[in-house]
């Protein structure tokens, strides 16, 4: 009994987030940051496929609980959602190295 609560649990998570997922990937904005006007970098729409890839890949082994070839299958899609997140982590701290230097060259600039 305990088992179908945290695996109820697990999937209200992971639709959630597969819903974020979504959100990212096709609207593309990000929510955590309001107010943003700029046009949206992709690295946003790689992690909205990222925790599709994941998450997505999560429900299905928890509902379906594949065994074998499929289940190797699901792994794979879960640790290339895994290897997407580490690139968009990747790009958005050089994105953020590259704009802080921008900003110091503008300061001294300026001065």
């Known amino acids: 009994m305990t088992t179908t609560y945290i695996q109820l649990i697990t999937l209200v998570l992971a639709s959630l987030a597969l819903i974020m997922g979504a959100y990212l990937l096709i609207i593309g904005k990000r929510p955590w940051r309001g107010g943003e006007t700029a046009q949206v970098a992709p690295r946003v729409r790689l992690l909205g496929l990222s925790y599709i890839l994941v998450f997505g890949s999560a429900m299905i082994q928890i509902i379906v ?3 074998g070839v499929e289940a190797e299958a699901l792994g794979g899609f879960m640790v290339l959602g895994g290897m997407i997140v580490i ?3 990747y790009l958005e701290a050089r994105a953020s190295r590259l704009a802080s230097r921008e900003d110091r060259l503008d300061n001294r600039l300026r001065n």
Do not use: G, K, S
């Open 87 to 89: 690139l968009v982590v």
């Open 65 to 67: 609980q594949p065994t």
